[in-house]
């Protein structure tokens, strides 16, 4: 007993308290503690969409089936998408074009590169006829070939889509597995931004500067993808997968002169009587192509 009354009378002063709740005090006190200020000018990054923990996130959220499932890869900004395509047309950033600027591969800036690639080709062909038509000496009246948008559309997506697909699923088969699927459709993509100033500037140009920026064009690509994918095809176990890149060059070759002969075939046999240009006596000065 005399313990006992020692204690009661040393009073408060002799009474401690002892938390037990740990770590989760420490949480509780930085949940109530106001949030840091954010920076200026969130971005994407910010996000976390373009990271790669925020892309296993949303994909967890739905099946392949869903839209959740492809909203990272349709979430970068406008600076990002014009870059990658400016990129596309310098050489020297051509071999280290997928883990340079291709970190992480978005499916949005294919899309519409692709589809502006379409239009590109419709529109430039569609003035080509009718200034062909305008210098023609028959007077041959101009209308819209409507057909030519459906076939530029099957094209474009079928080499800017379909091809690297098929390409992706042969790689895997094959046991490569050094890219994923989105990378080789961003790839291929922003790779056919090369045709878009080369559709623009041919309705403009006589034939044989027509016939060697088209030719520069095709050899810019060819080289762009041929340096991004060569390196993949030569990490396979068997040799023979390097042989794969031939196909491709034939492939592009194919389209390259589908291109030609469908949206730029437009020839001016004979000038009528009131149009004369510049240097007209001379021989093939009359070609417009």
């Known amino acids: 007993m005399p313990v006992f009354k020692t204690r009661l009378e040393e009073g408060p002063e002799g009474l401690q308290f002892k938390s037990f709740l740990g770590a989760d005090a420490g949480a509780s006190s930085n949940r109530s503690a106001p949030n840091p200020p954010r920076s200026a000018g969130v971005g994407n990054a910010d996000r976390g969409y373009l990271a790669e923990e925020g892309r296993g996130a949303a994909k967890g959220t739905g099946g392949f089936w869903t839209v959740e499932y492809y909203q990272p890869y349709f979430d970068i900004d406008t600076k990002t998408v014009l870059q990658r395509c400016y990129m596309t047309l310098n050489p020297l950033a051509a071999p280290t074009f997928i883990p340079t600027h291709l970190t992480p591969a978005d499916l949005y800036g294919p899309f519409w590169t692709l589809t502006t690639l379409i239009f590109a080709l419709f529109l430039s062909s569609s003035l080509a006829a009718s200034i ?57 993509g922003y790779g056919q931004f090369v045709w878009i100033p080369a559709s623009v500037s041919l309705p403009f140009t006589f034939s044989l500067i027509g016939q060697s920026k088209l030719n520069g064009h095709l050899v810019l690509l060819a080289y762009f993808l041929g340096a991004n994918i060569y390196p993949i095809l030569a990490s396979a176990e068997a040799k023979a997968t390097r042989l794969l890149i031939i196909v491709l060059a034939a492939l592009h070759l194919g389209v390259a002169l589908s291109f030609k002969i469908l949206f730029f075939s437009y020839y001016i046999e004979k000038f009528g009587p009131d149009i004369t240009i510049p240097g007209g006596d001379l021989p093939g000065a009359g070609v417009l192509n």
């Open 132 to 188: 062909t038509a305008y210098l023609s000496a028959d007077g041959q009246k101009f209308d819209y070939d409507f057909k030519l948008l459906s076939i530029a559309m099957s094209l474009v997506y079928a080499y800017g889509i379909a091809l690297p697909v098929l390409l992706w699923l042969a790689l895997r088969y094959l046991g490569v597995g050094e890219w994923s699927v989105v990378e080789a459709v961003s790839l291929w």
